[in-house]
């Protein structure tokens, strides 16, 4: 792939203003499919999560899964939208080998929620407010893996496997009005925006959000028009192009000021901007070509015939509205404030992910400084370790428990770190492990003054030493007693008994 030329982005933004939109894809974690009763698990065995009608064979019939019109009506409210009274689906029609019925049932004019807004907050506390224009639900297509090949995809593939099981799982696509004003800011702006709609489908519980794993992607869409002398009539917008499945956070921030820069060095040469969609590569940082993006008129959109439209009831509407969850912008501000965190420090908890954690360890009744810790610090190494989910690994009642013991004097963090890769083993509750593997920090005085006796007949002139004002010479009996004691002694009593001796 020939590198593309990129404009300086500070040069590309005196030239041109970008304008964005985005896409969000946020799959729903049901227990079966949007339109079939086949299971909705991620990372069963290829081609195993299905039934005819995820196959598209002939006869079958969809039927909607009302746990995802809920979701769906819930994600609506959440975003500030208006429920349509009414909505209806249609039929997406495009042929691709991991859409085996040949279209996509999904919601065209008639989507589920309309007009809303999303407030986000970047990361000097400026709030924006992004204007949603709809949030439709329709089904996942499934996947497929390109075999061959240097990039894992299609280009130089030398054939392709495709996995049904994403087939028909729900999705609820959330896609805003075109942003203006973002400037210099618009990367952090997407990147931002991306955050606050995992952050509510996730308070939701809705969805996983895994962007790793698709449970949440994102279409970035962005163009660029050029900037006119006061007074002149503003021109229309520039050509869009759409980056397509952007992973990561990280990643959509990137994308955008890729996108901003190139198409910025093509205008500004009297070149034109294709329509189309384009492909991320995470490895290079860079985007290339996908295929000519179609409009609406060449899916050929025609109501769905094998469904009713969705018609919810005002009270189950004002049902799912009334169980909302605290937003979690308004949610994080509270937190801070309650833990007395400084911005770093919350800001450290928000970029591990681990927010939800850490208040569900402080809630079991933990201190938030210890939470903040053992969740951002061990727990978080262990995790990138294994290449793993710090959730995953060890409950937010366990690391309470844990943090207990330390408070407690029971357990030294050394010890503490002990504890926990035993209960990550699957060995039980912190204090199973403690007794189990006879942790618990020595506190017998009788058996320190042993300790303490021997290693002081190993070095005579230390207590010499510490009389004549030399007291940093007592770290030597203290290394050699926490050595003895297999790390159990408590160092800062075996200090004070130390010095005891020496001024007695």
């Given at each position: ?30 227990k079966t499919k949007m339109f079939s009763a ?434 940093q010479a007592a770290g030597a009996v203290i ?26």
């Amino acid at each position: 792939m020939a590198r593309a030329e990129l404009m300086d982005f500070d040069k590309a933004l005196e030239l041109f203003e970008p304008v964005m939109g985005f896409e969000v894809h946020v799959e729903l974690n049901t227990k079966t499919k949007m339109f079939s009763a086949a299971p909705n698990v991620f990372g069963a065995e290829p081609n195993t999560n299905l039934t005819p009608l995820c196959l598209g064979l002939p006869g079958t019939l969809p039927v909607v899964n009302e746990q995802a019109v809920r979701y769906s009506i819930s994600l609506g409210l959440a975003l500030g939208c208006s429920i349509a009274e009414s909505s209806s689906f249609a039929r997406k029609n495009y042929f691709y080998p991991d859409t085996p019925k040949n279209y996509q049932i999904s919601q065209f004019d008639e989507p589920i929620a309309f007009e809303g807004s999303v407030q986000i907050e970047l990361a000097d506390g400026t709030l924006i407010d992004i204007p949603v224009e709809r949030a439709h639900m329709e089904e996942d297509a499934g996947k497929l893996t390109h075999v061959g090949g240097s990039s894992g995809r299609i280009q130089g593939a030398d054939y392709s496997l495709v996995d049904y099981n994403r087939a028909g799982v729900p999705l609820v696509e959330i896609v805003t009005k075109p942003i203006y004003g973002g400037e210099h800011r618009s990367p952090e702006i997407a990147k931002a925006y991306v955050s606050a709609i995992r952050d509510i489908v996730v308070s939701l519980g809705i969805s996983d959000a895994k962007m790793e794993r698709g449970n949440l992607r994102c279409d970035a869409n962005v163009s660029l028009r050029p900037r006119v002398a006061e007074g002149v009539e503003t021109p229309p917008l520039g050509t869009r192009t759409e980056t397509k499945n952007v992973n990561s956070l990280r990643s959509v921030e990137r994308a955008v000021r890729y996108e901003i820069q190139r198409q910025a060095a093509i205008l500004a040469k009297g070149g034109s901007i294709t329509q189309e969609t384009r492909h991320w590569h995470e490895d290079t940082g860079e985007t290339s070509a996908g295929r000519p993006k179609s409009d609406a008129d060449d899916y050929r959109y025609f109501p769905e015939p094998d469904l009713l439209p969705v018609v919810p009831s005002a009270e189950l509407i004002e049902e799912l509205r009334a169980a909302l969850p605290e937003q979690p912008a308004v949610r994080r501000r509270r937190l801070k404030a309650e833990w007395g965190f400084t911005d770093l420090e919350f800001q450290d908890i928000q970029n591990s992910g681990l927010l939800t954690e850490v208040s569900e360890t402080v809630a079991a009744g933990a201190s938030p400084a210890a939470a903040r810790k053992w969740w951002t610090g061990e727990i978080a190494r262990l995790a990138n370790a294994a290449e793993a989910d710090a959730a995953s690994l060890i409950s937010a009642a366990d690391v309470a428990a844990l943090a207990g013991l330390v408070e407690a004097g029971t357990l030294t963090d050394r010890l503490a770190r002990q504890v926990l890769e035993g209960v990550i083993a699957g060995e039980g509750t912190p204090q199973q492990v403690v007794d189990a593997r006879g942790l618990a920090v020595v506190s017998d005085d009788g058996a320190l003054i042993a300790a303490i006796d021997e290693a002081l007949a190993a070095q005579p002139d230390v207590l010499e030493k510490i009389r004549d004002g030399k007291v940093q010479a007592a770290g030597a009996v203290i290394g050699a007693v926490m050595k003895a004691m297999k790390g159990q002694a408590d160092a800062a009593r075996v200090r004070e008994l130390v010095l005891e001796r020496a001024s007695a």
